[in-house]
C-alpha cells in the first residue's frame, strides 16, 4: 500500500513540474529588434506585416523594436551590435545590406531576413545550398520569376530596340538579378546595356544617360532606386521613356508595370517563422528559405495614361 501511495505521490509531482513548465513557457516574454534598410513602400509593408502578425500571435508577451538604417550599411551594423549587446531573442533584418550587416554581427542570436532576393548572392555564395543556410539565418524571399518580367518589356514595349538596366552596383540581390534577366531580354531580341550607380548621389546622373540612350529601362528590386524613384521618375517620365520595375513600391514612384508580390504578406510569413523560432524552440537554420507563392501583374494608372501605354486585361491598378 505504501508503495501505491509513494508512486501516486511521484506522480503527482510529475504532473505539477510539467504543469509549472507550461505555465512558464505560456508567460515567457521575448525582444525582437528589426533591422530595416531604409523607408520605402515594399520594405515598409514586410516591416508591418511581420510585427503585426508578432503582436497579433504574442500580444503584450512580445516588444518589438524597429530601427531604421537610412540606406546606409554601416548604420545597420550599429543598429545590429546595439540589438546583439542587448541580448534580443531573434533579429529581423529587412533587405540585404541590412542582413548581410546583422550576420556579422552575431552567429549565435537566430536571424530572418526579408525582402531578400537571393540569400546565396547575399553572402557570395555560388554554390549556396538554397533550402537551408546552416547556420544561424534564414527567412523570406522577394524573387519574383524574372522570365517573365523580361516578357512584360516586350508587352509593354514592343517597338523598343534598346533596353536599359539600372540599378545600384552596391545591392548584391541587384546584381543578381541583373546577371540573370539580362541575357533573358536579349534572347527577346533586345539590345541590352545596364547603368549602375554607387549611390543615392549618382543616381540622377546615371538615369539621365540611360534615359538618353534607351527606349526603355528595367529596374530590379533595388532598395536605393526604391528610395531615390521620385528622382528617376522626373528624368524618365519627360523623356517619355517607360519603366518596368521589379516590384510595387518601386513601380508606383516611377514605373509603368510589375509583376510583384504582396510585401506586407511576405512579413506575415516571415512572423511565422519566428513564432516558429520562438515557441516551438526550432533551429533557424534547419528552416528553409520560404518564397511567396503568388505574383501580381500591376501596373501604375496615372504614368501609363501619361505615357499613352495600353495596358492588357490581366493587370490590376497599383492602389
Known amino acids: 500500500m505504501k508503495k501505491i501511495l509513494a508512486l501516486i505521490l511521484a506522480l503527482t509531482m510529475l504532473f505539477a513540474l510539467a504543469a509549472c513548465g507550461k505555465a512558464e513557457s505560456a508567460e515567457k516574454t521575448f525582444t525582437v ?11 515598409d509593408a514586410a516591416t508591418k506585416g511581420f510585427v503585426d502578425t508578432l503582436k497579433e ?44 550587416a546583422c550576420a556579422a554581427a552575431t552567429d549565435k542570436i537566430p536571424i530572418l531576413g526579408t525582402s531578400i532576393t537571393a540569400y546565396g548572392a547575399a553572402f557570395g555564395l555560388d554554390d549556396w545550398d538554397a533550402r537551408t543556410t546552416q547556420r544561424n539565418i534564414s527567412g523570406t524571399s522577394d524573387l519574383a520569376p524574372l522570365d517573365e518580367q523580361a516578357a512584360m518589356v ?89 519603366i518596368i520595375a521589379g516590384e510595387s513600391g518601386l513601380c508606383s514612384g516611377c514605373g509603368i508595370a510589375t ?3 504582396d510585401y506586407y504578406a511576405l512579413g506575415c510569413a516571415t512572423a511565422e517563422m ?24 500591376m501596373f501604375n494608372a496615372g504614368l501609363c ?15
Open 33 to 43: 529588434g528589426v533591422c530595416q534598410l531604409v523607408q520605402h513602400p515594399a520594405l
Open 57 to 100: 500571435k504574442l500580444g503584450d508577451r512580445v516588444t518589438v523594436t524597429v530601427l531604421n538604417g537610412s540606406g546606409d550599411q554601416p548604420s545597420c551594423a550599429v543598429i545590429a551590435n546595439q540589438f546583439v549587446s542587448d541580448e534580443v531573442d531573434l533579429i529581423m533584418a529587412n533587405a540585404t545590406p541590412a542582413l548581410v
Open 154 to 242: 516586350k508587352t509593354f514595349c514592343p517597338d523598343a530596340k534598346t533596353v536599359g538596366i539600372l540599378f545600384c552596383s552596391a545591392e548584391a540581390n541587384s546584381r543578381f538579378q541583373v546577371d540573370t534577366i539580362k541575357p533573358m531580354l536579349e534572347e527577346l531580341g533586345f539590345t541590352v546595356n545596364t547603368y549602375s550607380f554607387d549611390d543615392s548621389n549618382s543616381v540622377a546622373a546615371v538615369t539621365t544617360n540611360a534615359v538618353g540612350e534607351c527606349d526603355a529601362l528595367y529596374i530590379p528590386t533595388d532598395n536605393t532606386a526604391a528610395s531615390c524613384a521620385e528622382t528617376i521618375n522626373n528624368i524618365a517620365r519627360p523623356a517619355g521613356v517607360p
Open 259 to 261: 509583376l510583384s508580390i
Open 274 to 297: 519566428a513564432l516558429e523560432i520562438l515557441l516551438e524552440g526550432k533551429d533557424v537554420g534547419s528552416l528553409p528559405i520560404r518564397y511567396s507563392p503568388e505574383f501580381t501583374k
Open 305 to 319: 495614361e501619361a505615357l499613352g501605354v495600353d495596358v492588357p486585361d490581366e493587370f490590376v491598378p497599383i492602389e
